[in-house]
C-alpha cells in the first residue's frame, strides 16, 4: 500500500509539473484589428515617413485644486523615445522615455533638481502617447505586437472602433503592463483615444486608469496632427495641451531623452 501511495504521488507531481510547465500559447493578431490599424496608420501619415516630431503648445496642468498655466515641447523620435518639456507659472518638469541596454526606461525631473527613475512597470505603455502617428500603431509589422478588435463603442461620447494593443508575453503581469487601448473614428480612422494604466511606484499590480484624449486634427505638410490633447487620471483632466506648432523630421539628437 506505502508503495501503491508513493507512486500515485510521483505521478501527480509529473502530472502538476507538466500542467504549470507547459507554455502557453502566444496570441496573435486578428484580421479586422489589423485591417483597422491599416487604415489609421494610413491616415495619419498618408503614406509620408515619419522619424521624429516636436510640438509646441500651450499648457494647462492640472494636480487637484492647483491650476498652472505655461507652455509645452513634446518631442518624440521613432517609437522608443520621447521628450516632455513644460515651462508653468509654478516651475519646470520635464519627463524622458528611452531605452536602456535594450530596456524601456524613463525619468523626471522639476525645476531643475535631481532626477528620479520612473519604475519599470511604468515603461512599458506607449512613448510617444501625444502623437498617434508614432505609437504603437505603428508596429504592426513588429511581430512583438499583438492587435485585438474588441468592438464598437461609445467612447467619450463619440462612436468608435476599439482596438486593443500588446506585448505577448508569457508572464501574464508584463502583457498587462504593455496594453493599450485605441479608439478610432469609424469614419476618419483617427484615433480619438488611447487609454492604459499606471501604477503606483511599488506595485505595479495595482492600476490607475490613464488616457489621452486627442482632438481639432489639423493637417501639417498634409499629415493630420491633433492640435488638442488631454491626458487623464482616474477620469479627471491632468494636462490640457493646444498645438500651437509642429515639425518633423528635424533629426532630434539621442541626448535629449536624457536628464541630467
Sequence with gaps: MRRLIVVLLVCLSSFVWSQTSTPQPIPTSDPRAVSLVQQSIAAL??????????????????????????????????????????????????????????????????????????????????????????????????????????????????????????????????????????YLDPVSSLPLAMAFAVHPDLDANADIPAEIRFANYQSVSGIPVPFHFQKMLNGGVVLDVNVTSTSFNSGLADSIFSLQ
Design 45 to 182: 501619415t498618408r503614406g509620408a515617413t515619419i522619424s521624429d516630431v516636436t510640438l509646441n503648445g500651450t499648457v494647462t496642468s492640472i494636480l487637484g485644486s492647483e491650476n498652472e498655466t505655461g507652455t509645452g515641447i513634446f518631442q518624440a523620435k521613432r517609437t522608443a523615445e520621447s521628450r516632455m518639456s513644460l515651462h508653468l507659472s509654478g516651475g519646470t518638469r520635464s519627463e524622458v522615455r528611452s531605452l536602456t541596454n535594450g530596456s524601456p526606461s524613463g525619468a523626471w525631473q522639476t525645476n531643475g533638481g535631481a532626477v528620479t527613475a520612473f519604475a519599470y512597470h511604468n515603461c512599458r505603455t506607449d512613448t510617444a502617447w501625444f502623437f498617434p502617428a508614432l505609437s504603437y500603431l505603428s508596429q504592426l509589422a513588429n511581430p512583438n505586437f499583438v492587435f485585438k478588435y474588441i468592438g464598437q463603442e461609445l467612447h467619450g461620447g463619440f462612436n468608435t472602433q476599439h482596438v486593443r494593443v500588446f506585448q505577448p508575453s508569457q508572464a501574464a503581469l508584463l502583457q498587462h503592463l504593455s496594453t493599450v487601448d485605441f
